[in-house]
């Protein structure tokens, strides 16, 4: 166990799977000076000694481990002060609610949760305590989401009457949904939920504004049993140790990745899990193709679509306002290299490192009456989801100020969910969902 010293915060990492490796290197790197490791919890041994063994790389001593069930003994017997979560996120309000009765606070991968029972459950979990939940929306430390924000805070477009939001997951990394645990929407709630809770709360944050209703339309087109009408399935349930996913391009193979290897594949014997199932297998229930229209408190309306099958990765964002338009492209990768088709995106894990392919960021204003501005951002790069990893746990973690107001709450949290809980309901029944309906914020 490392040694304890006076005035460092205790924290424990509950989910010991990839999501956990940029918080876990943060507080024993870069805030160490503030911030103490004292604890993991996961169901699988295997994924905890494999981060224990990376800590000794690092020069920090091994923590002690506890199985996720004994998650109240760990926060009792660790002196635990902030609890980080990155479990699966249908788990995440069981831990979230238990550290906060339990007297810590909290740091939560998004999303909060998956649905409006769990979300009601931690909110009110947080005020029956008093104590504080942070997302970890790492999106709004980009530095160009955050000159977005000052712009639009600024008048640069005037009233915002209207955002359009495009965002296109490439063949890589979109497909990496569809072969693990995210396939299955209870788990995840899809990505509605999963994914696109990340761009919703950058639109609430950038407007100062709370979702009204919703209408969505949204279909599984690509992945699953489709992949046979298009011609890409092949006759296997999972990678390793399968002939017929050799030439793959979609399958993701661990076996070549070392921390792959040591997470999921060498720690499969403890709970089963596998992480490299064939993405055109049976069994898929989010879909990978949604459109959306949303209404906000001040009037405002966002069309949103999410692509998960595209041939690069990036976004477009416009904010049309009344003094002019605000213009967002951000390309991650251009296109999916067949050497890296079989890998992650950029590093395996988390993003933390560039794609090998090209990509780049333009922000432009368009004023009435006046020629577009190029603006230049500085502090964005490709690593790290544009530098935001870094920014965001200086804040989290190293208690840098923050005026843009860019940490998360527990509120924040919920209206990021509502938005896609809303956009699911909506493909269920066709029909336009009022947010108030799903759960009433406070």
Request: a negative charge; proline letters at 4%.
């Amino acid at each position: 166990m490392s040694t304890i010293n006076q005035g460092r915060v205790r924290y424990a990492v509950v989910g010991t799977g990839a999501r956990a490796e940029m918080f876990v290197r943060a507080l024993v790197g870069t805030h160490a000076a503030t911030t103490e490791l004292v604890a993991f919890a996961d169901v699988n041994q295997a994924r905890m000694d494999a981060h224990n063994r990376w800590l000794g790389e690092l020069g920090h001593p091994a923590v002690p481990t506890y199985p996720a069930a004994d998650f109240a003994v760990m926060l009792r017997r660790e002196r635990v002060d902030v609890v980080l979560v990155t479990t699966t996120d249908v788990t995440h309000d069981e831990y979230i609610t238990a550290a906060l009765r339990a007297g810590c606070d909290v740091v939560t991968e998004k999303p909060m949760t998956v649905d409006a029972p769990r979300c009601q459950r931690i909110l009110d979990a947080v005020a029956e305590t008093g104590r504080k939940v942070s997302v970890a929306f790492n999106y709004r430390y980009n530095p160009l989401h955050e000159q977005v924000r000052r712009l639009i805070a600024d008048g640069a477009v005037g009233e915002v009457g209207s955002v359009h939001f495009e965002w296109l997951l490439d063949i890589r990394h979109g497909a990496d949904y569809f072969r693990r645990w995210h396939r299955d929407k209870a788990n995840s709630g899809g990505l509605m939920v999963h994914k696109a809770s990340h761009h919703f709360d950058l639109v609430n944050w950038w407007l100062a504004a709370t979702p009204v209703q919703v209408y969505a339309s949204g279909r599984l087109f690509f992945y699953g049993e489709h992949g046979r009408r298009h011609g890409y399935a092949r006759d296997y349930e999972r990678v390793h140790g399968s002939p017929a996913a050799t030439d793959d391009p979609f399958a993701l193979r661990m076996a070549d990745h070392p921390r792959l290897r040591e997470l999921y594949l060498d720690a499969e014997g403890e709970d089963g899990y596998h992480r490299d199932r064939n993405v055109f297998a049976p069994g898929v229930t989010i879909e990978d193709d949604m459109a959306v229209l949303a209404t906000y408190s001040t009037g405002a309306t966002m069309t949103y679509h999410l692509t998960a099958y595209a041939p690069w990765e990036g976004y477009r964002v416009m904010v049309n306002g009344s003094r002019g338009r605000l213009e967002l492209e951000v390309v991650e990768s251009e296109f999916v290299s067949p050497a890296a088709a079989g890998a992650l995106k950029g590093a395996a894990l988390h993003g933390t490192e560039a794609a090998a392919e090209g990509g780049s960021a333009t922000l432009t204003l368009r004023p009435y009456w006046e020629p577009p501005r190029s603006i230049e951002v500085a502090g964005y790069t490709r690593e790290g989801h544009g530098g935001a990893d870094a920014r965001m746990t200086a804040v989290l973690f190293g208690g840098e100020t923050d005026p843009l107001g860019r940490a998360a709450t527990a509120r924040d949290g919920a209206l990021a969910l509502l938005t896609g809980l809303a956009a699911n309901r909506s493909f269920e029944t066709g029909q336009a969902v009022r947010v108030a309906d799903l759960l009433t914020l406070r």
